[in-house]
């Protein structure tokens, strides 16, 4: 699934461009143009604001423009292994080019869509990825600043409405092993990356005892399983992990800075603009 909304990312801006499909240019960079609805699928699919996933299509278009203006080499063999990667989430080949043809790209225009972002990659990784480095003194200091976390185990099933989840908890009660393996489970994770107020329920329900809470549509059954005090190994990689994220988005932002020197911006809406590029 993920692999064909990466996909149809890409078709949507490219088919937008050649056939020119009822929409709302919001921003160009360059000579290339930035659509409503593009803006809009992307903050729905990644479940972010509509500013960020704006300035994020922003900052892949002034890449692939750099990259390209650069040469930055792709080799044939590059692109057919994106190409083969992604045509592996589809049933077959034949289903994939179906996929294509109803959106109305050829399998050349899409061959130059990965061109673009291959480029893209490589310039990113000379210039942002590549300058980042580490030192242990960073990470000790990140290391005493961080506050004692814990790795925990849950299980959790979605179900459509309460009568179901009541229904599997009686079934829990009798035959608790059996139904246990009927749910996911999450393996040894750091607590961190759970909502903080599921956490704050599971913690107070303690540990076996089910909570149920309503995630849009769907109502999650959730157990917490397992705990145990993050290892030392954890703690040094997120450590690790944050350090790089903070260096990572201060070079990008300021890499975009750079280039909108060289390459034209407009935002149309211009109370847009300021929030997108506040001082």
């Known amino acids: 699934m993920m692999r064909k909304l990466y996909v ?5 801006f490219f088919a937008s461009i050649l056939y020119g499909i009822e929409d709302r240019c919001v921003a160009t960079v360059g000579n290339r ?14 479940n972010t604001s509509y500013e960020s996933s704006l300035l994020a299509l922003i900052a892949e278009n002034l890449f692939a423009i750099q990259a390209k203006k650069e040469n930055i080499p792709v080799s ?6 994106r190409l083969n990667l992604i045509i ?3 049933p077959s080949r034949e289903e994939f080019l179906k996929f294509l043809s109803e959106n109305g790209v050829s399998i050349d225009q899409y061959r130059e869509i990965i061109a673009d972002q291959i480029r893209s990659e490589k310039l990113i990784a000379r210039e942002i990825s590549g300058r980042i480095s580490i030192s242990p003194v960073e990470i000790s ?17 979605s179900f459509n409405d309460i009568a179901q989840v009541e229904s599997f908890i009686s079934k829990l009660k009798e035959k608790q092993d059996q139904t246990i393996a009927e749910m996911n489970s999450t393996g040894w994770i750091d607590s961190s990356r759970i ?3 599921i956490m704050q329920k599971l913690t107070e329900a303690g540990k076996g005892k089910p909570v149920i809470i309503k995630v849009s549509e769907k109502i999650v059954l959730y157990i917490l399983v397992g705990e145990r005090q993050n290892s030392i190994e954890e703690k040094y990689m997120r450590a690790r992990k ?5 260096k990572y988005n201060a070079l990008v932002s300021d890499y975009i800075e750079k280039l909108r020197k060289s390459i034209p911006v407009k935002i149309f809406d211009k109370s847009l603009e300021e929030q997108i590029f506040r001082e």
């Open 8 to 12: 149809l990312a890409f078709i949507v």
């Open 88 to 90: 592996s989430g589809y």
């Open 76 to 81: 044939r063999e590059e692109i057919d292994n």
């Open 242 to 246: 944050e350090i790089f994220n903070e």
């Open 195 to 197: 909502d903080p107020a």
């Open 141 to 157: 200091k990140k290391l005493s600043k961080m506050p004692e976390g814990k790795e925990i185990i849950l299980l959790n099933k």
């Open 33 to 46: 143009i930035i659509w409503d609805n593009d803006v809009k699928e992307r903050a729905d699919v990644r």
